[in-house]
């Protein structure tokens, strides 16, 4: 079993940053690959970001490219999301997720408690 378990989320102001990591434990982990989601409030959960297995490659989504940069740790249990210039609808709670996979999967298996961020104006 993996165990996901976010940290670093909280209230911030529009245009500031934030950074959330992601611990991963488990007696069968990894490294996995490994990515964030986040749900807004009313709104359906939304792909944010990934990065493979060997770290070397990363993915976000459009809309998000240039604000937001997801990296990892050299032992691979780690992940980290890196958010700047935030905006209001940025405003929701992050899951980070994994899969025993090269590239993330499309329905990882693994989710974490999430953690909520909140960009106010």
């Known amino acids: 079993q993996v165990q996901l378990e976010e940290s670093g989320g909280g209230l911030v102001q529009v245009g500031g940053s934030l950074r959330l990591s992601c611990a991963a434990s488990?007696?069968?982990?990894?490294?996995?690959?490994m990515g964030w989601f986040r749900q807004a409030p009313g709104k359906e959960r939304e792909f944010v970001a990934r990065?493979?297995?060997?770290?070397?490659?990363?993915n976000y989504a459009d809309s998000l490219k240039g604000r937001f940069t997801i990296s990892r740790d050299s032992a691979g249990s780690t992940v980290y999301l890196q958010m700047s210039s935030l905006k209001p609808e940025d405003t929701a709670v992050y899951y980070c997720?994994?899969?025993?996979?090269?590239?993330?999967?499309?329905?990882?298996?693994?989710w974490g408690q999430g953690t909520q961020v909140t960009v106010s104006s």
């Open positions: 488990g007696r069968t982990f990894g490294p996995y690959a």
């Open positions: 990065v493979s297995r060997s770290g070397r490659s990363t």
């Open positions: 997720v994994a899969s025993d996979s090269v590239i993330l999967a499309d329905h990882p298996p693994y």
